[in-house]
């Protein structure tokens, strides 16, 4: 069974920093590129930043840049977010997900196919 | 930046109806198009890839269709497990992807 546990939530005050983990068990972790999504509270999703399978690429949402840094460690199974100078609007819930390739008759399409419960990052004084 | 907007934000529904739910790219994605569902305190959770292809262990009553910029999840026969709120996904710009704002399904 494919799983998805994320941790490292908590309170923080602006400016501060944290770094979320996630761990993945019941799939091959180095054969899949990796994305942290968010959710700011009563919001929509929002996709954060992603990493490849050997974490040489890796990509985020403008609004995060220089900020937060994902990275991966294969090794343990494992995704992290580095959270820096953090600000109030970056309060949400925390979700790794898979991202899954499909080959299928009409072409080659990418989904997240699994996801983990979730973290709860709030930034406030 | 593709941008997603769904329509419409929120609706009501009676179990046994049938549910439209529309999403619009800014620019043309082929088919490149993904819906979640989300239940209150939960991950989402994949129903539809390509536009129209269904995951895996997804009721047949989800579908979904549309190509280019217009695209449509239709759930026949709305069960009582299915009122949730409905993402739209886009990934074109893959491994930049954007959400739609979500349509939320309300019990009438």
């Known amino acids: 069974e494919v799983q998805l546990v994320e941790s490292g939530g908590g309170l923080v005050q602006p400016g501060g920093s944290l770094r979320l983990s996630c761990v993945g068990s019941?799939?091959?972790?180095?054969?899949?590129?990796m994305s942290w999504v968010r959710q700011a509270p009563r919001k929509g999703l929002e996709w954060v930043a992603n990493i490849k399978q050997d974490g040489s690429d890796k990509y985020y949402v403008d609004s995060v840049k220089g900020r937060l840094t994902i990275s991966r460690d294969n090794a343990k199974n494992s995704l992290y977010l580095e959270m820096r100078s953090l600000r109030g609007e970056d309060t949400a819930v925390y979700y790794c997900?898979?991202?899954?390739?499909?080959?299928?008759?009409?072409?080659?399409?990418?989904?997240?196919?699994?996801w983990g419960q979730g973290t709860m990052v709030t930034v406030s004084s | 930046d593709i941008q997603m907007t769904q329509s419409p934000s929120s609706l009501s529904a009676s179990v046994g109806d049938r549910v439209t739910i529309t999403c619009r790219a800014s620019?043309?994605?082929?088919?490149?198009l993904n819906w979640y569902q989300q239940k209150p305190g939960k991950a989402p959770k994949l129903l539809i890839y390509?536009?129209?292809s269904l995951q895996s262990g997804v009721p047949s009553r989800f579908s979904g269709s549309g190509s280019g910029t217009d695209f449509t999840l239709t759930i026949t026969s709305l069960q009582p497990e299915d009122f949730a709120t409905y993402y739209c996904q886009q990934s074109y710009s893959t491994p930049m992807w954007t959400f739609g704002q979500g349509t939320k399904v309300e019990i009438k």
């Open positions: 620019q043309r994605i082929s088919s490149y």
């Open positions: 997900a898979r991202e899954r390739d499909y080959n299928d008759t009409r072409g080659y399409f990418e989904a997240l196919d699994f």
């Open positions: 390509g536009a129209s």
């Open positions: 019941g799939f091959t972790f180095s054969n899949h590129w």
